[in-house]
Structure formats: C-alpha cells, structure tokens
C-alpha cells in the first residue's frame, strides 16, 4: 500500500496562488490514479482533481477548471495540485487520494488517503 503525505497548505490572500504537494512511498505509486479532494468546515468532501497513472488525462471540478492544474512525477513519487487565482471558497483541508481500475471524481471510489493540508484563503 502506498503511503500519502501532504503538503503546501497554508493562508494565502484571495487572487494568490499555492502548491500542494502529495508524497508517496512503496513501489506501486505510479500504478495508481490519484485524486485531490477538499473538505469545507459543514460540507462534504468534494472532488478537486485528478489524474491518471500515467498523467496522460486530468480530470477537474468546474469550480477550479481553468485555476487548478494536478501533475504528477512518478519517478519522485508526487502529485502536485498548482492553484491559482484562488478564492475564499476554496478555503478547505485538502486530501490527495488514489485508487485503481479507472480515474475518478467519486470519493468513495478512493481507497488510500493523506492526512490533509489546510488551505485558507482571506479576502
């Protein structure tokens, strides 16, 4: 099982930009697809990104398209989610996941999770 660990997170201003960063550990990383996924304070957790194994699709939430941008380097074993232009909606803790079988937008589908990093966006 790959082990995830999270990174980045912090307190920006409304219109920065922050990079999150997804460590893996164990010999099957680059099998897997990943997934970034967000949790509001009240709110379920929702699809950010995601990516598949071998970064050839990225998939995005409408709420970030044209902000976010996942990547992947399987030979450092990360993912990364940049974001820009970002808002105080996008304030949240903010999970990288992974999962076999096809890319997904469903959390439940997500079988391996990291601890999360909070991001927190003042207006």
């Known amino acids: 099982q790959v082990q995830l660990v999270e990174s980045g997170g912090g307190l920006v201003q409304a219109g920065g930009s922050l990079r999150l960063s997804c460590a893996g550990s164990g010999r099957t990383f680059s099998s897997y697809h990943m997934g970034w996924f967000r949790q509001a304070p009240g709110k379920e957790r929702e699809f950010v990104a995601a990516i598949t194994w071998s970064g050839g699709s990225t998939y995005y939430a409408d709420s970030v398209k044209g902000r976010f941008t996942i990547s992947r380097d399987n030979a450092k074993k990360a993912v990364y989610l940049q974001m820009n232009s970002l808002k105080p909606e996008d304030t949240a803790v903010y999970y990288c996941?992974?999962?076999?079988?096809?890319?997904?937008?469903?959390?439940?589908?997500?079988?391996?999770w990291g601890q999360g990093t909070q991001v927190t966006v003042s207006s």
């Open positions: 996941a992974d999962k076999t079988g096809l890319a997904s937008s469903i959390y439940y589908e997500y079988n391996n």
